[in-house]
């Protein structure tokens, strides 16, 4: 890795590695609490049946945040991976780590919860991402083009983006990194707002709730992060 990446880590202040440790650790803690509170509440029903009782539809807010939040968290988990194989910097790799962790359970849960409503995990009749919102709110300026050329949803990386992230190393990958993982969660948190709204199955919202609460926690660290090497979140 870079000289400076090795030097900047020597000044690094114990107050910021703490920080780190604490809200990525944080983020898993959150993770497993709603894991476990999802298998409960599949168990007595709770995660199988809207507020009226029924199960969600197929074109309803509840599945399509599953389907869409779901493929939303791969790309997370896929990023993450990839940074932690081109820096030695530990603040960014533990970073990585627990977000692809948190977010893989998460992605879990979420295709769990359309099995159990026995829906599909594409959108029904040929609908694309984010149809559940219906009006396409949420779609920032650095949202990507999904397989297919249809438009992805909120904060995705682009195909050219993820191809240059793998080709970089040390200080300029974890930049990088952390300003494609600032848009991916803005647009992850806006998701997750829509299905507090919109979504009807308690459980579900509860974990939306969760998702908003932790990528807002590590938006601020990520910011913090990127001032320190002298960057800024994208425009």
């Not at 890795?1 to 202040?13: C, F, H, K, N």
């Not at 309803?60 to 968290?73: E, I, L, Q």
């Not at 029904?124 to 300026?141: K, N, Q, S, T």
Request: negative net charge; aromatic residues 4%.
């Amino acid at each position: 890795m870079t000289g400076t990446a090795v030097l900047r880590t020597g000044r690094e202040e114990p107050g910021r590695t703490r920080r780190v440790r604490w809200v990525a650790g944080g983020a898993v803690v959150l993770a497993l609490l709603f894991a476990g509170a999802a298998a409960v509440a599949s168990a007595r029903g709770d995660g199988e049946a809207g507020a009226d009782g029924g199960v969600p539809a197929a074109a309803s807010a509840d599945a399509g945040f599953a389907r869409d939040m779901a493929v939303h968290h791969q790309q997370a988990v896929e990023m993450s991976f990839v940074v932690r194989d081109r820096t030695d910097d530990e603040d960014v790799r533990r970073l990585a780590y627990d977000i692809a962790n948190t977010q893989a359970n998460q992605r879990g849960m979420l295709l769990g919860w359309l099995d159990l409503w026995e829906l599909p995990k594409v959108a029904p009749g040929g609908a694309g991402p984010m149809a559940w919102m219906g009006d396409g709110e949420g779609h920032g300026d650095h949202a990507g083009q999904a397989s297919g050329g249809a438009a992805a949803m909120p904060g995705m990386a682009t195909k050219d983006e993820l191809r240059r992230l793998g080709r970089l190393n040390g200080e300029r990958a974890e930049v990088f990194y952390l300003q494609l993982m600032t848009d991916h969660h803005n647009g992850g948190v806006s998701m997750a707002e829509a299905c507090v709204s919109r979504c009807d199955v308690p459980v579900e919202k509860r974990l939306a709730e969760g998702m908003v609460e932790g990528q807002q926690s590590e938006l601020g660290l990520m910011r913090d992060m990127l001032a320190d090497r002298g960057a800024k979140p994208r425009g």
